[in-house]
């Protein structure tokens, strides 16, 4: 069936819909009497009209005589849109009588003195589509191929080509007439127009040209190199025999100037060759690219191709010669190329370049000591000292060199470097036997300049940990009593403050200094005693600054490494007056910092748990039972190699996927398929008739119920719009394709009548966007059609399509007839994907993220390990937390869960669930489930979620 809108449209006008629409009387008024300004508004109401279904045959000769031979160029640009979309046939399929004078009016047009009429005239003669039209009009268009202005030249070999494409008998040399104006012309444009028409309609010429000119490539305008660029490609994949030919052409073009034809030929020379020397070639001009290119997005697609480079095992031993190249990247300021480039770095560096590589990043590290402070210039640090920690666990050997200068870190004010320093400081001394005396050396002497507390409270672990020798055990000691300075604290702190009050007191008469207050009056201030006071502030040693600002956790980590390094100078040292005089000592810390957190000195009192904690390290040195020393010297450290063990694990898991993907798929004895015995399927697909004849016999199942499958899934996206009772039934099949969505509507008339003007008319709520308005549609009695409407999304959060289907009915002298649509839901999960993060960076989000949308559990699941898998499925998030955290049965749960958006937004989760011990066992599990997330919708939009799918059904979906 074809109907009017299902004519070719080149152009689409909005018509204002408060605009009253003139009638025809008024339009041949305004077409024959009025000014210029009038007859420019009435052509363009009546191209508004016609867009939208009226056809209005009788203005077809106004049009004709009043205002096809006006000069004007403004009418004449509008009359190109007109005679777009007038219909030009009558109902028998022959063209109008009229069109012949159409005809010679743009005849002449192609003869217009004007260069910019002619040109015009020429791109509106690409859309036509009727032979009979054109056909006159050849000798005019192939005389402008010899115009003098280019923008004429280029133009005509577009219509050439577009006329000979869809009628060639109109123009049968087209091909040897445009191969001779190739030769001659000068112009880029011009040459790249006729050289891009070679290349579809006749390759042969296309070749022979190039052939003549292989050797000037380089001087060629960049537009024309482009479209040789992809003729190599054309050729030599129809023919691979030519790619010795042309392999030379494009490793001269990616010597080009324009950085398009370089992208373009480095992919093409990837694709045509798999040679050592092309990768390397196009790997070079890749990173190239990457560094001279000032934007970013420019840079984060070509990594993305280094990195696809890379996937391949046959080129990753090519691209790892290539490191340090590609090490240069680092110079960019944005943060995602760096992070891209290290990554791409890590899985290609290998023993041989190593040490240069180290070398780099510590230049990098000394450059972020030296520029501002700056959010990015944090995160780049870890980025940097993870980088360097993968480096040293992969190849040991340089470990040796890595740790003095990531020790530097630790005295940072950047505790996200910092934390990962440890962290790599925590596994090299656990897993390199040899580097621990290093470690420790380092480490004593970098421990009095850390000012952060979680740093130093890790340090601290670290160091009771690892100080295995007498003399170590002694220099941890005095780095503890410097940290804390005189004790006991309290009455040390109460000297101090009674000490300053005097001071205060006596120097606030003789050596004061008037001030004048908000009020008027004179106040006397002390200069020395607001100094005395600033000073006690900044010359506090770090572990008593701590413990007074009421950080008491720092305490009781203190107290277990006292209580680790105590046991193990008790095995080592016989004197037994030195034994009792270190764990007096020890004791004498932790009943001291005990009193402080009592004292009512710190800002805040020390809390019950961290009283617990130094009170019973208190009891086990003072008991020294033997189990106390095993759990505290080897419980602890078996405890430790566990957690190491699992994420070393982990990561391997990881590592072995990436590897599984990198796997050649073929291997050398697995059987060889012959196209001879392949056949076709109902699906296009290719099946051998062998496997499929034994999969028949062994199993007595069809594979094509597969496709059955298949297609049937696609029903469950199938919405009903309409009633079946409605006159105008309607369903969508929705099609979600990352950020659009694409609704096919199927509209039936179910009545007798033709349905005229039938249109969908859509709105959206959310962050959607319809791109276009559906076109509408003529259907007959008991027809249908489908009509294809794009949404455009912007963010993740859930969004709703409605709208209605309005139509008029032939002969009838109501108003359109209006059926109203149910409501499309567009549901968050199709832009939700897993991902992970560490334990610093979700917290860091955590605390960050202002939306916070709190779910309460409300289930029939009883089960809490089983509500955690059905809340992942139904949300498509990722449990953070391990699995060896989760099992065990002790009535409680909790977990962390993340997810990303397609368009870079995170979703945060945190499951805290409980089912008593006393409780039934059917009875539900209870709780609630706290999501965060940067913007509102998507806070709010992934609760909504997890509220209508927390109960499973009775069939366990």
Same mark, same amino acid.
């Given at each position: 069936m ?5 004519l070719?449209?080149?152009t689409?006008?909005?018509?204002p819909?408060?605009? /009253?629409? &003139?009638n ?6 305004d077409i ?12 363009k ?8 279904g009226e ?5 077809l000769?106004y ?12 009418i ?11 219909p ?7 063209l109008l ?8 009016a ?13 040109g ?7 859309k ?15 005389e402008?191929l /010899? ?7 280029r ?8 006329i000979?494409?869809n009628f ?10 445009i191969h001779?104006f190739?030769?001659q012309?000068k ?9 891009m028409?070679?290349?579809?309609v ?5 070749l ?10 380089n001087?060629f305008?960049?537009?024309l190199?482009l479209v040789i660029?992809?003729?190599v ?9 030519e790619?010795?030919?042309f ?5 001269n073009?990616?010597?080009?100037t ?8 480095a992919?093409?020379?990837v694709?045509?060759s798999?040679?050592p ?7 070079s001009?890749y ?7 000032s934007?970013?997005?420019?840079k984060?697609?070509?990594?993305? !191709? ?7 095992p046959?080129? /990753?031993?090519i ?10 990247v ?7 190329? !760096?992070?891209?480039?290290?990554d791409l770095?890590?899985?290609l560096?290998?023993?041989?370049n190593? /040490?240069?590589?180290?070398l780099?990043l510590?230049?990098e ?17 870890q ?9 040293s666990?992969?190849f ?9 200068v990531?020790?530097?870190?630790? @005295?940072d004010?950047n ?7 440890l ?11 040899q580097?621990k @005396?290093?470690?420790i ?10 000012r ?9 672990w ?5 100080c295995?020798?007498v003399e ?10 410097n ?6 604290i309290v009455?040390d702190e109460?000297?101090?403050?009674a ?8 120097v606030q ?18 200069a020395?005693s ?11 040693p770090?572990m008593r600054?701590?413990?007074m600002?009421?950080?008491?956790? +720092?305490?009781a ?7 680790k ?7 080592m ?5 030195k ?7 020890a ?10 957190g ?18 019973m390290?208190?009891?086990v040195?003072a008991?020294r039972?033997?189990?106390?020393s095993?759990?505290?010297?080897k419980?602890c450290r078996a405890s430790?190699?566990a957690?190491?063990?699992a ?10 996927d +990436?590897?599984?993907?990198k ?26 008739q062998?496997?499929?004849?034994l999969?028949?016999a062994?199993?007595g ?10 297609s049937?899934s696609?029903?469950?996206k ?6 079946f009772?409605?006159p +105008?039934y ?8 990352q950020?659009?969505i694409v ?6 008339n ?5 349905l005229?003007n ?13 791109v276009?308005? &559906?076109?509408?549609?003529t ?11 794009n949404?455009?999304?912007? @963010? ?5 399509i ?9 002969g009838?002298?109501?108003d359109?007839? +209006?059926?109203?649509?149910?409501d499309i839901?567009?549901?968050?999960m199709?832009?939700?994907?897993p ?12 605390a ?13 699941i009883?089960?809490? &390990?089983?509500y ?11 449990c953070?937390t391990p699995?060896?955290a989760?099992s ?10 993340y997810a990303?958006s397609?368009?870079g ?6 499951? @805290? ?26 806070a ?8 209508l799918?927390?109960?499973k ?5």
């Open positions: 074809s109907t009017a809108s299902e070719a449209c080149y689409l006008i909005q018509m819909s408060e605009a /009253e629409p &003139p025809e009387l008024q339009f041949k008024n024959e009497k009025g000014d210029t300004k009038t007859k420019i508004k009435a052509l109401q009546l191209i508004y009209m016609m867009l939208n056809k209005m045959p009788g203005l000769m049009v004709i005589r009043f205002l096809l031979p006006m000069p004007d160029h403004t004449k640009k509008l009359l190109l849109v007109f005679w777009e979309i007038v030009k046939t009558q109902a028998d399929g022959k009588n009229e069109m012949i004078l159409v005809c010679d743009y005849r002449r047009d192609l003869q217009h003195p004007n260069e910019f009429i002619r015009s005239t020429l791109r509106f003669l690409c036509l589509k009727e032979p009979e039209l054109l056909e006159p009009l050849m000798p005019a268009i192939t402008c /010899e115009h003098r202005h280019s923008y004429v030249r133009n005509a070999v577009l219509a050439i080509f577009t000979y494409k060639d008998f109109l123009i049968p040399d087209a091909p040897e007439l001779n190739l030769e012309e112009d880029a444009s011009c040459k790249r127009n006729a050289f028409m070679l290349i579809h006749d390759q042969e010429r296309a022979d040209y190039l052939s003549t000119c292989i050797d000037q490539i001087s305008n960049d537009i190199q660029v992809e003729l490609y054309k050729v030599c994949h129809t023919n691979p025999s790619r010795s030919r392999i030379r052409c494009i490793y073009l990616l010597q080009s324009s950085a398009a034809v370089r992208y373009e030929a992919g093409t020379l694709t045509l798999s040679a020397t092309a990768v390397k070639a196009a790997a001009c990173i190239d690219l990457i560094i001279k290119e934007d970013n997005n420019v984060l697609i070509v990594l993305d !191709r280094l990195i696809s480079l890379k996937d391949d046959v080129h /990753e031993k691209l790892q010669e290539l490191v340090m190249d590609i090490m240069r680092l110079s960019a300021s944005d943060l995602e190329v !760096r992070k891209k480039t290290l770095a890590l899985d560096v290998s023993s041989r190593v /040490e240069e590589m180290v780099v510590k230049k590290v000394t450059k972020t000591h030296n520029t501002g402070e700056h959010e990015d210039t944090g995160k780049y640090r980025l940097l000292v993870r980088t360097l920690h993968t480096c666990i992969k040991p050997d340089i470990a040796a060199q890595v740790i003095p990531l020790m530097e870190f630790l @005295s004010t505790e996200l470097a910092a934390s990962d320093v962290v790599f400081v925590r596994e090299a001394i656990q897993r390199f036997e580097l @005396s290093l470690v050396s380092k480490l004593l002497e970098v421990f009095p300049t850390i952060n507390v979680k740093i130093h409270r890790a340090a601290l670290i160091l009771g940990e690892y295995t020798t170590d055990i002694q220099s941890v000691m005095t780095e503890i009593r940290s804390l300075g005189e004790i006991p009455d109460m000297r101090k403050a000490g300053e009050s005097t001071d205060e007191e006596s008469i003789s050596s004061g200094r008037r001030l004048v207050t908000d009020m008027g009056t004179y106040a006397t201030q002390s020395l607001s100094a005395s006071h600033k000073s006690s502030d900044d010359t506090r770090p600054g701590f413990l600002d009421g950080d008491f956790f +720092v305490g980590c203190l107290a277990t490494v006292l209580s390094l105590a046991f193990r100078y008790v095995d040292v016989a004197s037994e007056k034994q009792n005089s270190f764990l007096a000592e004791m004498l810390i932790m009943a001291t910092t005990i009193h402080l009592k004292s009512g000195l710190a800002k805040k009192n020390i809390t019950d748990d961290d009283v617990d904690r130094i009170s390290c208190l009891k040195l008991e039972h033997p189990l106390m095993t759990v505290f010297q419980e430790l190699d957690m190491l063990l994420k070393q694990r982990e990561d391997s898991g990881s590592k072995k +990436v590897f599984d993907r796997s050649v798929k073929i291997q050398p004895d697995d059987p060889i398929n012959f196209m001879q015995l392949l056949a076709n399927t109902e699906s296009s697909s290719s099946q051998d062998l496997t499929m004849s999969t028949l062994t199993m199942v069809s594979t094509r119920k597969e496709a059955a499958d298949i049937s696609k029903l469950s199938v919405t009903q719009l309409t009633g009772s409605d +105008v309607g369903e969508a099949y929705i099609n979600i394709n950020y659009d609704l096919d509507v199927l509209v039936v179910q009545t007798a009548d033709t005229q039938c249109s969908l008319e859509l709105a959206t709520l959310g962050d959607l966007k319809l276009e308005k &559906p076109q509408p549609m259907l007959g009695p008991h027809d249908f059609c489908n009509i294809k409407a949404v455009k999304v912007a @963010s993740t959060e859930n969004g709703i409605f709208g209605n289907i309005v139509y008029d009915v032939t009838a002298a109501n359109r007839n +209006v059926v109203v649509l149910n839901h567009i549901d968050i199709d832009y939700i994907v991902a992970t993060c560490t334990d610093a960076e979700f917290r860091t989000m955590w960050e993220f202002e939306w916070e949308n709190k779910v309460t559990v409300n289930t029939n009883a089960d809490l &390990p089983g955690l898998k059905h809340v992942l499925k139904c949300t498509n998030m990722r953070l699995e060896k989760l065990g049965d002790c009535g409680f749960m909790a977990a962390n869960l990303r397609i368009f937004e995170d979703a945060l989760a945190n499951l @805290s669930i409980e089912k008593p011990v006393t409780a039934a066992a059917d009875a539900p599990v209870q709780g609630h489930i706290r999501i965060r997330a940067k913007s509102q919708g998507m709010l939009s992934l609760g909504d979620k997890i509220n799918s927390q109960k059904d009775k069939d366990g979906k």
